[in-house]
């Protein structure tokens, strides 16, 4: 029971890698604060709902979070895939607000929480496509590199309050963010043959990392980028 007692809030728990980290922190001891637009029918009773929509009002998580906050995960983002011609001024602000300002303005609601606990973690996570080339992902990799831009900041501004801030960065995962990509069987053979591992990634790859970076287990790592891509951003197997 690792995170016994501790609050854990996860931004964008409803669904995908974030619901799946619901599951796996609570069934660790943790108190999970669930925000999202929309609650989860399949949510354990325990957890304690915040309905929250990230592009209207970040504003009001400081009045709902606990004094205390031992974790800070942002599971909230997109996949927008567009040529580059297409993509309009509201994509690009779109996107960057759901990624980044979201991101943003729910930590500095938590950070009073954040700093009150012993050693707290925040999480947010970005994309392969913010560091690997990809076609059609111009809006989507700007904005998670800003992800990660914010990331690696907060790591140095908050070191002194022993906060660790880190950032997981998937390659293609099966969630409903992800259903178009995998809705065949042709596509999902076709993603699957593109990660060196031969398989695209599960909720639980990438939630078991980001427990990890929670958790007591890394506690001297902090303003990283950790890639869960199958070896898709640094290995070449075909040549
Ligand atoms: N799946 C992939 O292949 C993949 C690859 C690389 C990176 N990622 C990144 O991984 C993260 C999680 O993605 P996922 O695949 O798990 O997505 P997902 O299944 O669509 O889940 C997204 C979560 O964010 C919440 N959300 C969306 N808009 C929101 C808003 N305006 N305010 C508050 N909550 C909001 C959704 O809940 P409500 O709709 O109830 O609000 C949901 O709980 C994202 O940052 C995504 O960019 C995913």
């Given at each position: 029971m690792q995170f016994q007692n501790k609050n854990i809030l996860i931004i964008?728990?409803?669904?995908g890698i974030g619901l799946e980290l619901v599951h796996l922190l609570n069934s660790e001891g943790a108190n999970v604060f669930a925000a999202s637009r929309n609650p989860s029918d399949s949510w354990p009773e325990s957890i304690q709902y915040i309905k929250l929509d990230v592009m209207l009002e970040a504003g009001i998580l400081s009045e709902v979070l606990p004094a205390e906050l031992h974790g800070f995960v942002y599971c909230v983002g997109n996949i927008n895939l567009k040529p580059f011609s297409r993509i309009t001024e509201n994509d690009l602000i779109a996107d960057f607000k759901l990624n980044v300002v979201g991101a943003a303005l729910s930590i500095q609601q938590s950070l009073k929480s954040l700093k009150s606990a012993t050693a707290a973690s925040i999480v947010m996570i970005s994309s392969v496509a913010a560091r690997t080339g990809m076609a059609y992902h111009a809006s989507i990799a700007a904005s998670k590199a800003a992800v990660e831009g914010l990331a690696i900041s907060l790591a140095a501004e908050l070191s002194g309050s022993q906060i660790r801030v880190n950032v997981v960065a998937p390659s293609l995962t099966d969630t409903p963010l992800a259903s178009k990509l995998l809705n065949t069987p042709e596509k999902m053979e076709a993603s699957a043959k593109r990660h060196p591992i031969g398989r695209y990634g599960s909720v639980q790859d990438i939630s078991s990392a980001i427990r990890f970076l929670l958790?007591?287990?890394?506690?001297?790592?902090?303003g990283q980028v950790i890639p869960i891509d199958g070896g898709m951003s640094n290995l070449k197997t075909t040549f």
């Open positions: 964008g728990a409803s669904s958790s007591p287990e890394s506690s001297w790592i902090t």
